[in-house]
């Protein structure tokens, strides 16, 4: 289950990262620092793309017992909060299978070459097969800036405009 979802995870924010379906993800790139919150700022269409490769995956589960899919809910709400936390300590061990918060804070990075890159959710396989991983920005993480360059405002804070975001072109 694990292993096809995630493969389907990392195309579908592939995807999001594409100019037809960046403005739906947009808002999710707008902190302009990471907190365990971050994962969950998400819009409507996002949260319904991202959860079609779970619902595409559960069949997979099908002879499991109803316990197995409560932990399998919670697991995804901490891994979407871990993934998210402001900490930027590597761990090379770990990054070389999981996702981590350093690792996946490339991926937030104002940089638009690091927008594309780092897009796994649970194993950093995807990105080394696809040739998406980056293992350090080029200035650093220290120097490294969070957040999309164009809402350095009040305007991601807004409900009504984050709402209507997936429908406006800019």
């Not at 995807?15 to 700022?41: A, C, D, F, Q």
Request: glycine letters at 4%; charged letters at 15%.
């Amino acid at each position: 289950f694990y292993i096809v979802e995630d493969f389907g995870l990392y195309w579908v924010h592939r995807l999001m990262h594409t100019k037809p379906v960046w403005r739906i993800h947009r808002w999710h790139h707008s902190p302009t620092s990471l907190y365990w919150l971050s994962g969950i700022r998400a819009t409507i269409p996002h949260i319904a793309l991202f959860n079609l490769t779970c619902i595409i995956a559960l069949p997979l589960l099908h002879e499991a017992s109803a316990w197995a899919f409560q932990v399998i809910m919670v697991e995804h709400i901490v891994r979407n909060n871990w993934m998210h936390l402001n900490v930027t300590w590597r761990s090379s061990w770990l990054e070389r299978v999981f996702v981590t918060p350093r690792y996946h804070q490339i991926h937030h990075s104002t940089d638009p070459a690091h927008q594309r890159t780092n897009l796994g959710a649970l194993l950093t396989i995807w990105d080394r097969l696809f040739g998406t991983y980056v293992a350090q920005p080029s200035a650093g993480h220290d120097a490294m800036d969070i957040g999309n360059q164009a809402w350095r405002d009040e305007r991601p804070a807004n409900l009504l405009w984050a709402l209507k975001l997936p429908f406006v072109s800019k």
